[in-house]
C-alpha cells in the first residue's frame, strides 16, 4: 500500500469543483483504504459544534448516513424551531446526542468533546452586519475557537479537528491576482486587509480565529485541518435563512442593492463531504482552500478529483437547488 499524502486540497467555488492533490495513487488503493476506514468507522464517535446551523445540519446529516454517533452542540438544545430537523433526520433518533454549549463560556464544550474521535469545528458568528464587532463576532470567533480547542486538548481520544475557516481567511493578501495567478491554501489573509473587505469584521474574525488555531494546535500537538469555503448554496435543512443564501435571495426578490463583488459559490453537500473526507483520510493535513474569483479568474486542474472519483455538483444546479429550496420553504414566491 503506498501512503497518500494529500499535498493540496482545494475548493473551487467558481467552478464547483473540489481538487484533491495526491502523491501516487490509483483509484483502487484509494478504495481499499477507504473501505478499511469505513470498517473502523462504526466505531467513530464524532462531535459537531453550531450543529443547528446550516453547513453543520448537512455534515451531520451526512456523519448519521455513514454510521457515526454524534455529539452535536447548540446553544439552546430546548428551541425546537433550530433543533427539530436534526432529529428528522435518518438514525438520529439512535445515534444523535444533543449537548448545550456556547463558545463565550470556558469549558462549555467538555462534555461533548469527551469521549470523541473527531471534532468537527462550526459554531461561530455568520453576520453581515454587526453594532459591536468585538462581542458579536470577533470575540465568540477566536476565543470560542480556543475553548473548543482547550476542550479537544483535554481528552486523548481526539485524534483530528475539523475547522471551517473560509477564503476570508485565504485571499486578503495584498498579493496581486491574474489568470495566471493559482490562489492555494500558502496565502493567508493579512488582518490589516481584512478591515478593508466587505464583511470587514466576519473577515478578520475567520482569520484571527483560524490563525490562532494553527497556533494552539502547533503548541499542544493538535492535528488540526481547515477547511476554507467561500460562499455556500444549496438547500437548507434548517428552517431559518442563512447568511450565504440570503445573498440569492436578494437577488431573486428583485433586491434594489446588491455587492459590487464577485463572489465563488459552493454547494453545501460538497463542503459537508470534504469535512468528512477531511477527517476521514489518515494523511489529509494542512488547509483545505477554495479559489475565490474575484475577476480576474483563474485556472485549477480538474483531473486528481475526477481520479479520487468526488463527484461535484455543477454551479447551475447548485442554483437552481438553493432557489427551489427557498421557494419550498416560503422564502421567495414566484
Ligand atoms: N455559509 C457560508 O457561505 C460560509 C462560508 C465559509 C465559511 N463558513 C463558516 O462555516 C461555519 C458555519 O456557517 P453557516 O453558514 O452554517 O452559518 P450558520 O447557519 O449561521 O451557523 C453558525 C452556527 O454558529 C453558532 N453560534 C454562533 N455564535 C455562537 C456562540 N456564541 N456559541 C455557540 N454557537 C454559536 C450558531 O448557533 P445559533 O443557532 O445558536 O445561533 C449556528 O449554529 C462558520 O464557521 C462560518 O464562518 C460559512
Known amino acids: 500500500m503506498q501512503s497518500i499524502r494529500p499535498l493540496l486540497l482545494y475548493y473551487s467555488l467558481h467552478s464547483s469543483k473540489f481538487f484533491f492533490y495526491f502523491n501516487s495513487i490509483n ?5 481499499e483504504k477507504m473501505s478499511e476506514q469505513l470498517t473502523e468507522k462504526s466505531m467513530k464517535v464524532v462531535c459537531v459544534t453550531g450543529a443547528s446551523g446550516y453547513i453543520a445540519s448537512w455534515i451531520l446529516k451526512l456523519l448519521l448516513d455513514r454510521g457515526y454517533t454524534v455529539h452535536a452542540t447548540v446553544r439552546n438544545p430546548n428551541d425546537q424551531a433550530k433543533t427539530e430537523h436534526l432529529f428528522n433526520l435518518e438514525g438520529a433518533k439512535e445515534r444523535l446526542h444533543l449537548y448545550k454549549a456556547d463558545l463565550m463560556e470556558e469549558g462549555s464544550f467538555d462534555s461533548a468533546i469527551s469521549g470523541c474521535h473527531g471534532v468537527f469545528h ?15 463576532v470577533l470575540d465568540p470567533a477566536i476565543k470560542g475557537t480556543l475553548n473548543v480547542l482547550t476542550s479537544c486538548k483535554k481528552f486523548p481520544s481526539v485524534k483530528r479537528v475539523v475547522l471551517t475557516s473560509s477564503m476570508a481567511a485565504v485571499v486578503f493578501t495584498g498579493k496581486p491576482r491574474s489568470p495566471e495567478v493559482v490562489v492555494d491554501e500558502s496565502w493567508f489573509s493579512d488582518p490589516e486587509l481584512c478591515k478593508e473587505s466587505l464583511m470587514r469584521w466576519y473577515t478578520l474574525s475567520k482569520t484571527l480565529a483560524e490563525d490562532a488555531a494553527w497556533k494552539f494546535a502547533k503548541e499542544n500537538g493538535i492535528d488540526l485541518i481547515t477547511i476554507n469555503p467561500g460562499m455556500v448554496i444549496g438547500p437548507m435543512l434548517q428552517q431559518g435563512l442563512t447568511s450565504s443564501v ?9 433586491g434594489k442593492t446588491y455587492p459590487n463583488a464577485t463572489f465563488g459559490w459552493v454547494h453545501v453537500k460538497d463542503v459537508a463531504n470534504a469535512h468528512i473526507l477531511a477527517f476521514e483520510v489518515p494523511s489529509a493535513s494542512g488547509r483545505c482552500a477554495d479559489d475565490k474569483p474575484f475577476a480576474p479568474i483563474y485556472q485549477v486542474s480538474k483531473e486528481k478529483a475526477k481520479g479520487l472519483g468526488v463527484n461535484f455538483t455543477p454551479l447551475k444546479v447548485s442554483l437552481h437547488e438553493t432557489v427551489e429550496n427557498l421557494k419550498h420553504k416560503g422564502f421567495a414566491s414566484f
Do not use: C, M, W, Y
Open 246 to 254: 440570503s445573498v440569492i435571495l436578494n437577488l431573486i426578490n428583485g
Open 122 to 136: 462550526l459554531a461561530s458568528p455568520v453576520h453581515l452586519t454587526v453594532k459591536d464587532p468585538q462581542a458579536e
Open 27 to 31: 483509484n483502487s488503493e484509494f478504495r
